[in-house]
């Protein structure tokens, strides 16, 4: 399992275009609104230099990375809460990512009509902002309805969770995106999650600017001040870039050009890097001579649960882990000379897992 992003913006950003690049996908890119009406769905793998490493020791048949799902969501509009562009059916579609990545246009070009007829990338934020907000107060309003008729029966529960909603519902009010929160008690997670908040998401600002700006400009600039403001993560790519990164074959051949552009990283690098960060997320691997794997899985996960993520049959029979750290593995040349030196250790179903963790799993069904 990696993480699923929904790729989201006013239309005419870069959306498509910057997915298809980021996932090699197929979406249709076309210069006018709502080209994109299902959500289109594309795997990405995460360019992870220590799976190869590995890979180099083992020698497998095959190398597989973990990866990115990113969902490129239609193009919102304003009144996109209240129907408009059919905006009701898009929202829906970002309560099922994990992390929202918000494309913002910072480039200009005569050929691309803006959907608001001048580039403006502080109204653009706001544009997605209020429409998140007016979407959750209506899922909060319906909700409170239903609380308050269950509530008249002297229950408890649903009186607590008429005090959380109006809680929420004073803060989109004010017009505060409930991921601007510091933090939520146990009970207020619960229903957000249950309730999927659309501005509870935590947010990656992209700032998409032209290929002579890849290093920012004026635009890029504003998206940065107020992901500053709001403390969200934002990376500024070029799809246009990105989109000639991804037709390279080799790893080689990207980092080459890359190079030559003075790019340390590809767009799509850094937003994985960033949605790990913000979501906890690690990576554990399994090394042998079929296959060199990656994994993701969240910090904190037990080793019984990562078993978990290769299989249930190995989570239901666990016995026991053999665990040798990535360091100690490549310093050691491999797994053999690593149980010689003592540095494979076996490890109980609650062992906490670590990122780089080469694990091989015992187990019996």
Known sequence: MGFRCGIVGLPNV???TTFNALSRGNAESSNFPFCTIEPNVGIAYVNDKRLYELAKLVNPKKITPAVVEFV??????KGASTGAGLGNKFLSHIRDVQVIVHIVRCF???DIVHQ???????????IVDTELMLADLQTIENRMNKSAKLAKSGDKHYKAEIEILEKFKQKLEKGEPLRLTNSFKDEEKL???ELRLLSAKPVIYAANVSENEIGGGRYSQIVEDAAKRENSPVIILSSKIEEEISRLETQDEKNEFMEMLGLKESGLDKLVKTGYD???????FTAGEKEVRGWTITKKTTAKEAAGAIH???ERGFIRAEITSYDDFISCGGEKTAKEKGLVRLEGK?????DGDVVYFRFNV
């Open 14 to 16: 870069g959306k498509s």
């Open 72 to 77: 490129d969501i239609a193009g919102l509009v």
């Open 108 to 110: 200009e070009d005569e």
């Open 116 to 126: 608001e007829g001048k580039i403006d990338p502080k109204s653009d934020i706001e």
């Open 191 to 193: 229903l957000i999650k």
């Open 278 to 284: 913000m979501l906890g997320l690690i990576t554990f």
């Open 312 to 314: 249930s049959d190995i």
């Open 350 to 354: 609650d062992y906490i897992m670590q």
